[in-house]
């Protein structure tokens, strides 16, 4: 039996909550439906902005302006989060196998509209909670012996940078930057300052897509290029990219690509992914590990065993890696549904 004073809690506390709740979810009955329609830009764009701005629970007398931190997420991304937990939190699965837990599944449904979006297949996408943890998966997978070195650029945020240092202080590789010029004149510029600072012992080479110090674009398909001539791996950290710029990672021809898509793409907090180049899966350790790490994964029982190796070594692409929650990820599939969409894409 409840005390009264154990029940007033209770009650104190549920009331806090109904409190909380109900202006959030009034606030997101309030917003319209759809996004405003596309032709509205350009009949009218004043009022297509005006609507638009009802997706936010910003407040209306404040002008948000740091989507390079963490990006606010519209109205039918939120909703689209609930629904997650809606989906989620019922526990009606029949087999114990198929509860909603993270990392025993492929989370196709997930993973597929982001490889469309950024220009990959599938299985080449892991889906991960930041920029800063899809930098840390790669400096952790890829073997290397004291002494190999990475080289970055003078300008990486540390989420990309610090992966590197502490690899360095454990396994005492080498960590080297090219300074780049303020500003940065040309493509051929960035690429010869790189050319000139490899050496043999170079394994890597790590920069921001956009940096996020000067806002730079560096010339990712010419670095990509040129690393692969040179027989070095290219990671690419691209926090900032997705929704900023169109992305399409096949295309720039890394072997790596961070992202954080809750930035400027205003996907839910702890959205991020890892793209990792299917010809170098081989070539990156996952960080995380659970039974059957080094099996065929349940989704492709047979699976030859050298892709069976390839995908349970993978950091990025195995389903047995770290993840946001399942309804993070029904809101990504939402942030990034209009731009799947060909008007979207213009
Ligand atoms: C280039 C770059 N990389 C990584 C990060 C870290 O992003 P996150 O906190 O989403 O991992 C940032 C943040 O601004 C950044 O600018």
Known sequence: MLDRRRFLTATTGLAATLAFRSPLLAQLEKAPANLPDHSLLDKNEDAYWAEL?????????E????????????APVLRAIFDGYNTTEKMDQQDPEDYPIWGYAAWNEFRGPLAAFVGCNRDEI?????????????????????????LMTDQEHPGGEHPW?????????????????????????????????????TRVIFFS?????????????????????????????GAH?????????????????????????????????????????????????????????????NASSESAARTSRCGGCAPRSS???ISDSTGLNAAIAPWLTTSSRK
Request: proline content about 7%.
């Open 53 to 61: 701005r009802q997706q936010f629970l910003i407040p209306a007398d």
């Open 63 to 74: 002008i948000y302006l740091n989507n390079g931190t963490v990006g606010s997420s519209p």
């Open 126 to 150: 892991a889906l991960l909670r930041n920029a800063t943890e899809a930098n840390s998966y790669i400096a952790n997978g890829i073997d290397m012996k004291p002494g190999d070195e990475v």
């Open 165 to 201: 240092n502490l690899k360095a202080k454990r396994y005492g590789i080498v960590v080297r930057k090219v300074t780049l010029p303020r500003p940065v004149k040309n493509a051929a510029q960035v690429l010869n300052l790189f050319n000139h600072a490899i050496t043999a012992r």
């Open 209 to 237: 897509h956009i940096t996020t110090f000067s806002g730079v674009v560096l010339p990712a398909k010419e670095l990509s290029t040129f690393a692969r001539s040179k027989g070095i791996l290219s990671a690419i950290d």
């Open 241 to 301: 990219v997705p929704g900023m710029m169109r992305l399409n990672v096949r295309d720039i021809g890394c072997d790596m690509y961070s992202a954080s898509p809750h930035k400027w793409l205003m996907a839910p907090k702890g959205s991020g992914f890892l793209y990792v180049r299917d010809e170098v899966i081989d070539r990156l350790w996952n960080t995380n590990a659970t039974e059957g790490w080094d099996e065929s994964p349940s989704f492709a029982p």
């Open 323 to 325: 993840s946001p929650t």
